[in-house]
């Protein structure tokens, strides 16, 4: 069914080929005359990359906040965005892998080629490996939970955005510093609030796999129902497994994302007794305005979430 749907949309896309449209991609537009058309796949990226173009680029953003970048089904107006766009930013590491919808929208809008200005912004980072089903050997995508691949996040987008307007390189680059700046400091505040988690305790319990990174840079043991949201999520043999590591571990305190859903872990909560000490932030930002609107406050508050839950 997603696969005709996909085929529908790029149809339609053809006759809108010639329209001016003026859609925003869940994104805002804050660039000035002549600034540059960006598009990211999914709201992270959309943050780091804002903060580094500054008032040089309108960014519009693919995945609507609080939905899973994984499988997103594009839009007929997200394939004209992605076609007059300067440049496109995207995860890597097979987070838009779900369906290859980003590459068949690539291919569809044209930028596919070598030399097109398609930018994996994880393009550096050391990936962990997924261990389990039948994605096990494949790279985890989740790279941005530890502060320092967002600072590497970061760099790659200047560094992009340099290749593609290079008379604004020194906006760039001291967007950049000022930016990477406030994360070497999230960085600190993250390890100082984690430091509160007496040893025993940091068993950090999540529905989908995702705190691999997070979890290796801030000292705890990352364990969870499922390994990745696009394979089966929260069958049987998923839930007894995460049960007897709760029993086994007196793990205090379960945690669930906000872009998921959250029946499993209340299976697992009623199962062992063991209560969901809130939500935490993974493949989106909140919405603005609320909780976690941009990638330092959505770590900031994964991080107090966290200690706070596993110490109560």
Same mark, same amino acid.
């Not at 040089?56 to 609507?64: F, G, I, K, R, S």
């Not at 494949?138 to 989740?142: A, C, L, T």
């Not at 770590?299 to 979430?305: S, Y």
């Given at each position: 069914?997603r ?5 529908t949309l790029f149809?339609m896309?053809? #006759?809108?080929?010639?329209c001016?449209g003026?859609?925003?991609?869940n994104?805002?537009a804050e660039?000035?005359? #002549? ?6 796949t ?10 580094v173009a500054?008032e ?9 906040i609080g939905?899973d970048?994984h ?9 004209q965005v992605v076609?007059d766009a300067?440049?496109v930013?995207?995860n890597g ?7 290859? @919808?980003? $590459?068949k929208m690539?291919q +569809?809008?044209?930028?596919?080629g070598?030399?097109?200005p398609v930018?994996p912004?994880s $393009? #550096?980072v050391e ?7 039948g994605?096990k050997g &494949?790279?985890?995508?989740?790279a941005?939970?530890?502060?320092q691949n #967002?600072i590497t996040?970061?760099?790659?987008a200047r560094?992009?955005l ?8 020194e906006?760039?680059?001291?967007n950049?510093?000022?930016y990477? !700046?406030?994360?070497? &400091?999230?960085d ?7 430091a509160e %988690?007496p040893e025993?305790k940091?068993y950090l319990?999540?529905s ?8 290796a840079?801030?000292g705890f043991?990352a364990?969870y129902? @499922? &390994?990745i949201n ?11 497994s995460v049960v007897?590591?709760i029993?086994?571990?007196? %793990? ?6 906000t872009?998921? !859903?959250?029946?499993?872990?209340? +299976?697992?909560s009623?199962? +062992?007794?063991v209560p969901?000490a809130g939500?935490?932030?993974t493949d989106s930002?909140g919405?603005?305005?609320q909780?976690?609107d +941009?990638?330092?406050?959505m770590?900031? @508050?994964?991080?107090?979430?966290i200690?706070?839950g596993?110490t109560?």
């Open positions: 069914m696969k005709i749907l996909f085929i149809i896309f053809t #006759g809108l080929a010639g001016s003026d859609n925003q991609a994104g805002d660039g000035g005359e #002549g600034s540059l058309d960006i598009v990211t999914y709201s992270v990226v959309y943050d780091i990359v804002k903060n500054g040089h680029a309108d960014v519009q953003n693919l995945a609507p939905s970048p499988q997103y089904d594009p839009l007929p107006e997200d394939v076609t300067d440049a930013f995207y590491l097979n987070l838009e892998a779900g369906n290859s @919808w980003f $590459e690539i +569809t809008a044209g930028k596919d070598e030399d097109a930018f912004i $393009e #550096g990936p962990k490996l997924l261990q389990s089903g994605h &494949e790279e985890d995508p989740h941005w939970l530890d502060v #967002g996040y970061a760099k790659n560094d992009a340099i290749k593609i307007d290079p008379d604004h390189k906006a760039y680059q001291e950049a510093a000022a990477i !700046d406030k994360l070497e &400091e999230l600190e505040k993250i390890k100082q609030k984690v %988690v025993d940091r319990i999540t989908e796999g995702a705190f691999k990174y997070f979890s840079a801030y043991e364990a129902i @499922w &390994e696009d394979e089966n999520e929260g069958t049987p043999d998923q839930i007894k007897d590591l029993d086994e571990k007196d %793990v205090p305190a379960l945690f669930v994302e872009s998921v !859903d959250p029946r499993s872990m209340e +299976t697992v009623d199962e +062992t007794g969901i939500e935490i932030f930002l919405k603005p305005g909780e976690g +941009t990638y330092i406050k770590l900031e @508050w994964n991080a107090d979430m200690a706070e596993l109560n």
